[in-house]
């Protein structure tokens, strides 16, 4: 009988992983959406993933990630680390090889707006973070900016989670 349980929770857990990691963008959607091919994909829950894509006002592809952090600090959590691996995957496809992104830390409007600004900051870099150390991407294609509250994404509802989030914006270079 003990076998079988374990099996079963073991099946479940496979189960539960592939549920998750279907939640988010893969690799390839998000170098896609990085390299300004045209292509749709579903996010399955709309608080995860991608929230936006749009051009840049210089024609630079880019993209909103919403990328979780723990409450209140700049430490990635596990869900996070899931979409950060994403985007490392992504950073080193072969037709972004050379292209440097500028990655956007943005907050809600809860809380002040110089502890929004360096938490946009630590967390923007939090992620460059983990795209050199765990993804092995150039330091030097790699800016970080943040923004704090200054750019909601909905700014009808400032504190709404949408509006956390970091944004990868191609800025060109390379081939």
Same mark, same amino acid.
Do not use: W
């Given at each position: 009988m003990?076998?079988?349980?374990t099996?079963? *929770?073991? *099946?479940c857990?496979l189960?539960?992983?592939?549920?998750h /990691?279907?939640?988010?963008?893969?690799?390839?959607?998000i /170098?896609?959406?990085? !390299?300004?091919? =045209? $292509?749709?994909? #579903?996010?399955?829950?709309a608080? %995860?993933?991608?929230?936006?894509?749009k =051009?840049e006002?210089d024609?630079?592809?880019a993209i909103?990630l919403?990328? !979780?952090?723990?409450?209140n600090?700049?430490?990635?959590?596990?869900?996070?680390?899931v979409? =950060?691996?994403?985007?490392? $995957?992504?950073?080193?496809?072969s037709?972004?090889?050379?292209k440097?992104? $500028?990655?956007?830390g943005?907050?809600?409007?809860?809380?002040?707006?110089?502890? !929004?600004l $360096?938490?946009?900051? @630590? %967390?923007a870099?939090a992620? %460059?973070? @983990?795209?050199?150390?765990a993804?092995? *991407?150039? =330091?030097?294609?790699?800016?970080?900016v943040?923004?704090?509250?200054?750019?909601?994404?909905d700014?009808?509802?400032?504190t709404?989670? #949408?509006? %956390?989030?970091v944004? #990868?914006v191609?800025?060109?270079?390379?081939d």
């Amino acid at each position: 009988m003990n076998i079988f349980l374990t099996a079963l *929770v073991m *099946v479940c857990g496979l189960i539960s992983s592939a549920a998750h /990691a279907g939640e988010h963008p893969s690799a390839e959607e998000i /170098a896609a959406k990085l !390299n300004g091919e =045209a $292509r749709s994909f #579903v996010v399955m829950n709309a608080d %995860r993933g991608i929230t936006n894509t749009k =051009a840049e006002p210089d024609g630079g592809a880019a993209i909103d990630l919403t990328i !979780n952090f723990e409450f209140n600090s700049a430490a990635l959590t596990p869900d996070g680390l899931v979409l =950060a691996g994403n985007l490392g $995957r992504a950073l080193k496809d072969s037709r972004l090889t050379g292209k440097r992104f $500028r990655i956007e830390g943005h907050t809600d409007a809860v809380g002040g707006d110089a502890f !929004n600004l $360096r938490l946009s900051q @630590q %967390r923007a870099e939090a992620v %460059r973070h @983990q795209l050199i150390t765990a993804n092995k *991407v150039e =330091a030097s294609r790699l800016d970080v900016v943040g923004y704090g509250e200054s750019r909601l994404l909905d700014p009808s509802q400032p504190t709404s989670g #949408v509006n %956390r989030r970091v944004r #990868v914006v191609n800025l060109g270079g390379g081939d």
